[in-house]
């Protein structure tokens, strides 16, 4: 069994920061991309950001400059470090990995957390 566990949001005015930690657990054998997604109210689920086993990220063009993906491969553990935030920034926020366990190392799958829920006044 794999868990991915998030932490860290709540409740921000507008400018404000937050950091949102996501720690994979489990019998995972590797992980390839991490990524941080949003659903608000209303709307489909979308992607925030994204960073690649060799830390290559990539960002929704809306959090560029504002938002930081970041990865500790050796704890499985995907950061996102939020800054200037918005009120359309207000969602639930949910981490995703990519990855294959033990069970069958040769099949990557897409794993999700519980989400947490992102809120910014104005």
């Known amino acids: 069994q794999v868990q991915l566990v998030e932490s860290g949001g709540g409740l921000v005015q507008s400018g404000g920061s937050l950091r949102l930690s996501c720690v994979a657990s489990?019998?995972?054998?590797?992980?390839?991309?991490m990524g941080w997604y949003r659903q608000a109210p209303g709307k489909e689920r979308e992607l925030v950001a994204v960073i690649t086993s060799g830390l290559t990220t990539n960002y929704k063009d809306s959090v560029k400059g504002r938002f930081t993906i970041s990865r500790d491969n050796a704890k499985n553990t995907v950061l996102l470090q939020m800054s200037s935030l918005r009120p359309e920034d207000t969602a639930v926020y949910y981490c995703?990995?990519?990855?294959?366990?033990?069970?069958?190392?040769?099949?990557?799958?897409?794993?999700w957390g519980q989400g947490t829920q992102v809120t910014v006044s104005s």
């Open positions: 995703n990995a990519f990855l294959a366990t033990w069970a069958d190392s040769r099949r990557f799958q897409n794993y």
């Open positions: 489990g019998s995972i054998f590797s992980i390839s991309d």
